[in-house]
Every structure is written in C-alpha cells, then in structure tokens.
C-alpha cells in the first residue's frame, strides 16, 4: 500500500511569491490534515478535512493561506503572498478517520522564504 | 485549554539501555486518546503507539510500551534496549491534535 505522498519535497521562493504543495494520501482515508512543523518544535495543525469538507481551519491564516480537497482525494496548500516567516516543514497526514484513528504522515515540503 | 508537556528537549543514553521520554497532558474531556511518534532526521513522522484514556491496560508495541498513569495525566514512553537507530526526535500528541515540543533523543554507541 502506498503511503501518503507530497510534492515538491524541498522549494525556496523569495517573498511575496506565491507557492502550492500537494499531498496525496493514502487510498480510501477520509481524513486529511494539513501541519506546519517549525525548527525545533512539533508539529501545529492549519486545517483538517473530513472528505472535501474543512472541518477544522481555526489555525490557518486565512489572509494568505487557503487549502482545497477536490473529490476527497488530493489536497493542496496555497500560500500567497509568503512572508519570511512562513519558512518550515509543510507535513501532510491522513487517516481513515478522524478521533483516534492513527495519522500516517507524508515526507513534508522544506519551505526556505528569502 | 489542551496542552502536551514533553520537559525533556534532550537525553543521551547509552545503547541497549531502557529509556523513559516524559509526557504529561491536560485536557477536561472524558474520553481522549494519547499517540507517541518518532521523527528521524530524514524528516517523516512515524507512528509508535497509541494509548486510549479508557483502555484498561498499558499499550504495547514491540520494544515499546506507554506508563500511562491517567491520575496524574500523564503518558510516558518507554524504549526497551535502546538501539543506535532509535535517535530521533519523539513527540506526544493527544486525539485533539495537539502536540508536544518533542524530545531529542541520541543513543551513545
């Protein structure tokens, strides 16, 4: 069974440019989740969907950051503009289900802003 | 409000050692459920263990098992006969998707 997959694994933009990460995750998960991993620190939710549904954006910064699950399957992360502080590790997780159910994680995408 | 204490940033323990990386929680809900996850320098995070709130026994994964001690709210993970591929970083996270800081741990040859 293939694991949740991400692209691109590493991207450095300038600031102000806009980026997108894409995450596929793994076949039949109805629960996908969007982290951001600072240096040194665990990881911090932005948004988990439940199918095509956001159920849980409460943390993602939507002035710049906007997120979309098309059919339920794949997801991407936008951010635009970015800013310097947006550099971190973009985790994505999925699992059959929310609540208890085990998150299988992604490689992540290393954001370098300069 | 939910929160995860890891207090241990760091540890050094020699190789086929037992480990203990510290966990404590705090939540008001009834029912939750407590993971522990260890992430190597290559970056993905892997799944270890979980521990439900009302599971009767402490979980047990292989060299892995959870003390957990629902009274005192807390979750720790133990690493039986630690090996030179147990360094990483580890963290606790509970079913509300909080996560901890995370402990470093490096195991000494």
């Known amino acids: 069974e293939a694991g949740v997959v991400q692209s691109p694994r590493y991207k450095i933009i300038e600031k102000k440019q806009p980026v997108a990460f894409w995450c596929n995750p793994i076949?039949?998960?109805?629960?996908l989740y969007w982290y951001r991993q600072n240096l040194g620190q665990g990881p911090e939710l932005l948004i988990r969907?439940?199918?095509?549904?956001?159920?849980?954006d409460s943390q993602l910064p939507k002035d710049r950051f906007s997120a979309e699950r098309l059919k339920g399957v794949d997801s991407t992360l936008k951010i635009q503009p970015a800013e310097l502080g947006d550099s971190a590790v973009y985790l994505c997780?999925?699992?059959?289900?929310?609540?208890?159910?085990?998150?299988?994680f992604g490689p992540g995408t290393r954001l370098t802003v300069l | 409000a939910q929160k995860i204490t890891q207090t241990q940033p760091g540890m050094f323990v020699q190789e086929k050692e037992a480990v203990t990386l510290d966990c404590t929680y705090d939540?008001?809900?009834?029912?939750?459920?407590l993971f522990w996850y260890k992430q190597p320098s290559s970056g993905e995070m892997i799944f270890l263990i979980y521990?439900?709130?009302?599971d009767q026994q402490n979980a047990t994964e292989g060299r892995y098992s959870l003390n957990f001690q629902k009274a005192r709210k807390s979750a720790n993970l133990v690493i039986s006969a630690s090996q030179l591929g147990d360094s990483a970083m580890y963290f606790c996270?509970?079913?509300?998707?909080?996560w901890g800081a995370g402990t470093k741990l490096i195991i000494k040859p």
């Open positions: 997780a999925s699992s059959k289900r929310g609540g208890a159910d085990t998150q299988y």
């Open positions: 076949s039949g998960h109805n629960t």
């Open positions: 969907y439940e199918n095509e549904e956001a159920v849980d």
């Open positions: 939540t008001s809900d009834p029912s939750y459920g």
């Open positions: 521990q439900g709130s009302y």
């Open positions: 996270a509970m079913t509300k998707l909080i």
